[in-house]
């Protein structure tokens, strides 16, 4: 069984770490679209547009389940994948049904892309999962960059970290929802920079919860003996720096996507 995955860049790494953890012997297929990055200041039907050329290349090269490991992919193409293809598309979405569960404040703030907060679909999961909450939006476009450059720790992480979340905190936010695969890869970061009490919430988990539900039954996914493979449409030479800060102790092989 081959598991596609999609990001704007290595953010959707995040979810392939899961999704491995969950499903040791599946083989998996990622395409990290770094030369378009961000999709997050993109308009919803180029994102749509680009993210159905790149599905359509997983399926090509014998994807049978998709994961769009992008909340901003995932806002603005998953109802139309989900109409073209037939097979199973599993995507993401900011965790505010959780988040809003666990308040004690009443106040929740989703870090997230413009392209993610933007969209009607947020607006829907506010309506329905966050009655009488108060949900703060704070776009981050700072942690994409740190993240693809591979900067995850030191003074210019902290600082990116701090301007953020101090808006939210203000506010009295007690959750904040990593509400973009890249952030993640801050999370050691964002935990040293918020007081106690306060709680993060990423959907990576639940995303390989959800993948490994749709392979319940199918023989050899526990076993140690991963296949995972890693293309790029940016710079081979950066995804090949990365790897070993992103996915320490995962071995993949990595090449240039063709388009
Ligand atoms: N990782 C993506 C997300 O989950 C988008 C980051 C970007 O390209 O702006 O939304």
Known sequence: MKIGILDSGVGGLSVLKEIHKCLRGAELHY???????????????????????????????????LVIACNSATIHAVGSLRATYPLPVVGMEPAVKP???????????????????????????????????????????????????????????????DEAIAPLLASNADVLVLGCTHYPFLRPVIERRIPDGVNLIDT???????????????PDLSKDSPEIHIETTGSLEQLNLLLPKLLPGMEATTSEAGF
């Open 31 to 65: 395409v990290a679209d770094s030369s378009w990055c961000p999709y997050g200041n993109k308009p919803g039907n180029i994102i749509c547009e680009r993210v159905t050329s790149i599905a359509d290349y997983l399926l090509e090269q014998g994807a049978e389940i």
């Open 99 to 161: 988040a809003s569960e666990i308040t004690r404040s009443g106040v929740v703030g989703v870090l997230a892309t413009e392209a993610s907060i933007a969209g009607e679909k947020f607006h829907q999961l506010v309506n329905t999962h966050a009655k009488g909450v108060r949900v703060i939006t704070q776009p981050c476009p700072r942690f994409v960059e740190l993240v693809e450059a591979g900067n995850l720790d030191g003074p210019e992480a902290e600082d990116a970290i």
């Open 204 to 218: 990576g988990p639940a995303v390989a919860k959800r993948v490994a539900s749709l392979l319940s039954g199918t």
